[in-house]
C-alpha cells in the first residue's frame, strides 16, 4: 500500500517546499494537450495507461526510473480524479519507491450535478498553478 492520498493543496505544498518531492501525472498525452497540467518544477508526464486501448502501461516502473526518479523521492501521483493514481502509487510502493502519495482529487476532480469536472475539487478547482501543454 502506499503512503496515503493527500490532497491537491498538500502536494502543492510539498511539491514547493520539498526538494525530494517530484509529481508524476499519470493520464494520457490527450489529457495532457488539450485539459492541461500542473506547473509544478518536478514534473514527469508518465502515462499508466495507453491510449486509445486504455491497457496498463507494462513499462510504467521501467519509464519512472528512466526519468531519473530516485526510490527515495518523495512522489506525488495525480490523474483526473484519482483513480489511476492511485494504482500508480500502489504499482511503484511494490516496486520498492518508498515515498508514494496519490492525489486524491486529481486534477480535474469530481463530477458536478451537472456531470462536468475542473468545478467542485481537483488541482484546477483549488486554483493551483497550471498550463495548457
Not at 511539491?15 to 514534473?43: H, K, Q, Y
Not at 510502493?93 to 468545478?119: I, M, P, W
Request: aromatic share 10%; hydrophobic share 40%; net charge negative.
Amino acid at each position: 500500500m502506499y503512503k496515503g492520498d493527500v490532497n491537491p493543496q498538500e502536494a502543492f505544498e510539498q511539491l514547493s517546499s520539498n526538494n525530494n518531492a517530484v509529481m508524476i501525472d499519470v493520464r494520457t498525452r490527450a489529457e495532457w494537450a488539450f485539459v492541461g497540467v500542473p506547473a509544478v518544477e518536478r514534473m514527469a508526464t508518465i502515462s499508466w495507461q495507453q491510449f486509445p486501448s486504455m491497457q496498463v502501461n507494462e513499462e510504467f516502473v521501467a519509464a519512472v526510473g528512466e526519468f531519473g526518479i530516485g526510490k527515495d523521492a518523495d512522489i506525488y501521483l495525480i490523474c483526473r480524479s484519482g483513480s489511476r493514481s492511485a494504482a500508480a502509487a500502489s504499482l511503484l510502493t511494490e516496486a520498492g519507491f518508498a515515498s508514494c502519495y496519490n492525489v486524491a482529487e486529481g486534477f480535474e476532480g469530481d463530477l458536478d450535478q451537472n456531470r462536468h469536472r475542473g468545478k467542485t475539487n481537483g488541482w484546477k478547482a483549488r486554483g493551483l498553478p497550471w498550463i495548457q501543454q
